[in-house]
């Protein structure tokens, strides 16, 4: 399945969060302006998210009032508290934002804000729009196939650690990481700075092999945490030890026999973006 909490727009990865008790979904303010003002650097965007708050607050708009924080991944795997907005008010904040975008993204939210309530009543709706949209961004079905596969692996791990005693958010991200670092030989910000990614998904940018052994390390993760019954954080990091090392091993293996390196720096970023971020 699909990662639930980015939404794609364009080239945009866009963070959000769905309340259950409010029934709406809550987007990233940063993520919003970042597509009005065409500006992928965060920082920038972040920057502008700054000045047109405090200009609204002194032409005494309550919508800045009225905003909430949510913890949301960031680039770097953590979770902070990030200004976000419901579709109602996300309406109201474009008005302010002078950009050719603005209609496009109105129309996208008034789409995805409320695709929740359609995939409630109809699962397979969520892996149908995935798919759509890895086939629209020029993905080969073998891949698609593999992603989805991965997704689902990772969901089982996840749901073992939301049922024994791992806290959602930053332990999430410190579990992820270190199962990543045994595989992969490398942090899951690293890999992504070798790819020249950004905001951008990390597994969405992944080659065939390295989606295999990512989901063949989380699925080792997994296994070895029913089998002792790992509780907690520290109990979980032992079990991502061991199965990040599990998938090491196979991958050490395989480059030796291939004689080809299984990380490597190739994206699946269109050529224009390559070119902002300075990739070839």
């Known amino acids: 399945m699909e990662d639930k909490t980015l939404a794609v727009f364009e080239t945009f990865n866009i963070r959000r969060r769905y309340d259950e008790k409010a029934g709406k979904w809550y987007f990233s303010i940063i993520d919003i302006i970042a597509v009005l003002t065409a500006q992928p650097d965060y920082k920038?965007?972040?920057?502008?998210?700054?000045?047109?708050?405090?200009?609204?607050?002194?032409?005494g708009s309550e919508l800045v009032s009225n905003t909430n924080q949510l913890k949301l991944q960031a680039a770097d795997g953590k979770f902070y508290n990030t200004d976000v907005a419901d579709v109602e008010q996300l309406l109201r904040l474009i008005q302010s934002v002078p950009s050719p975008k603005a209609e496009p993204i109105k129309q996208w939210l008034a789409k995805v804000g409320y695709e929740r309530?359609?995939?409630t009543a109809n699962p397979e709706m969520s892996l149908?729009?995935?798919?759509?949209?890895?086939q629209a961004h020029g993905r080969s079905q073998k891949w698609i196939q593999q992603r989805m596969t991965g997704q689902e692996t990772r969901n089982k791990l996840t749901d073992y650690w939301q049922t024994h005693g791992v806290k959602e958010s930053n332990e999430f991200a410190v579990l992820t990481d270190i199962i990543h670092k045994e595989w992969a030989g490398l942090s899951v910000k690293k890999?992504?700075?070798?790819?020249g990614l950004k905001t951008q998904n990390l597994r969405d940018h992944m080659s065939e092999a390295e989606l295999i052994f990512t989901a063949l390390a989380e699925l080792s993760t997994r296994q070895i945490a029913e089998t002792v019954q790992a509780e907690g954080l520290y109990e979980?990091?032992?079990?991502?030890?061991?199965?990040g090392q599990l998938a090491k091993r196979a991958r050490l293996q395989l480059e030796e026999e291939t004689?080809?390196?299984?990380?490597?720096?190739?994206?699946?970023?269109?050529?224009?973006e390559k070119k902002k971020l300075g990739n070839k």
């Open 44 to 59: 920038k965007s972040r920057n502008y998210w700054k000045w047109l708050k405090d200009k609204l607050k002194e032409e």
């Open 117 to 119: 309530l359609e995939e």
């Open 128 to 134: 149908n729009r995935a798919r759509a949209n890895w």
């Open 191 to 195: 890999h992504k700075t070798l790819k």
């Open 236 to 243: 979980n990091k032992e079990a991502g030890k061991r199965g």
């Open 259 to 272: 004689g080809k390196k299984v990380i490597t720096g190739k994206n699946f970023l269109p050529a224009a």
